[in-house]
Antibody
Framework: QVQVVESGGGVVQPGRSLRLSCAASGFTFSLYGMHWVRQVPGKGLEWVGVISYDGSKKYYADSLKGRFTISRDNSKNTLYLQINSLRVEDTAVYYC???????????????WGQGTLVTVSS | DIVMTQSPVSLPVTPGEPASMSCRSSQSLLQSNGDNYLNWYLQKPGQSPQLLMYLGSNRASGVPDRFSGSGSGTNFTLKISRVEAADVGVYYCMQPLQTPTFGGGTKVDIK
């Protein structure tokens, strides 16, 4: 079945960098765009960014541009999120999810992973 | 950015009874082809969000038909015809028309 599994979270000091991974299975990864969405514990959802199926296009939330980089390795069926200069306010659960195409509509975000918790603290 | 506003913030419900929640967008989500770029999600306690509805009124795969979405432009509604205990959680609306943004959520729990 379709599955995405995030990993790489943990406790990190402010100013450090971290790379999250998202392993995909059960579907043809190289055909789908992929999203990252984050959620501060107990709070709402915040979209981080999206990457096209082939990695040629990337879009980010304006507030996160510059420190966040999404990439993918289609040969490994894996999505990545690099976060630099981590801040306390980046503490959140980070989810990856698929950008499916439903009858020509590519605006849905579907098949979310269980998330990986990033805690930024000294 | 398009601002998404949901109401109510909290919605106590009685099993077997209907429930309804609202989502408003700061800009119209209606496209020239009649599609509304509006999705609904449910995040059950301790779980990841799951897609309920897309294009405002299309149920995602596996979503029971007691869920229905309606509305157009800037005003949208999600209705549950007969609430079940499994429906508790936080419901979010989201627009993908511009930089994706989510509403603040409506928390549904059992009275």
């Amino acid at each position: 079945q379709v599955q995405v599994v995030e990993s790489g979270g943990g406790v990190v000091q402010p100013g450090r960098s971290l790379r999250l991974s998202c392993a995909a299975s059960g579907f043809t990864f190289s055909l789908y765009g992929m999203h990252w969405v984050r959620q501060v514990p107990g709070k709402g959802l915040e979209w981080v960014g999206v990457i096209s199926y082939d990695g040629s296009k990337k879009y980010y939330a304006d507030s996160l541009k510059g420190r966040f980089t999404i990439s993918r390795d289609n040969s490994k069926n894996t999505l990545y999120l690099q976060i630099n200069s981590l801040r306390v306010e980046d503490t959140a659960v980070y989810y990856c999810a698929i950008a499916p195409n439903y009858s020509g509509y590519d605006g849905a975000i579907d098949y979310w992973g269980q998330g990986t918790l990033v805690t930024v603290s000294s | 950015d398009i601002v998404m506003t949901q109401s109510p913030v909290s919605l106590p419900v009685t099993p077997g009874e209907p429930a309804s929640m609202s989502c408003r967008s700061s800009q119209s989500l209606l496209q020239s082809n009649g599609d509304n770029y509006l999705n609904w999600y449910l995040q059950k306690p301790g779980q990841s969000p799951q897609l309920l509805m897309y294009l405002g009124s299309n149920r995602a795969s596996g979503v029971p038909d007691r869920f229905s979405g309606s509305g157009s432009g800037t005003n949208f509604t999600l209705k549950i015809s007969r609430v079940e205990a499994a429906d508790v959680g936080v419901y979010y609306c989201m627009q993908p028309l511009q930089t994706p943004t989510f509403g603040g959520g409506t928390k549904v729990d059992i009275k």
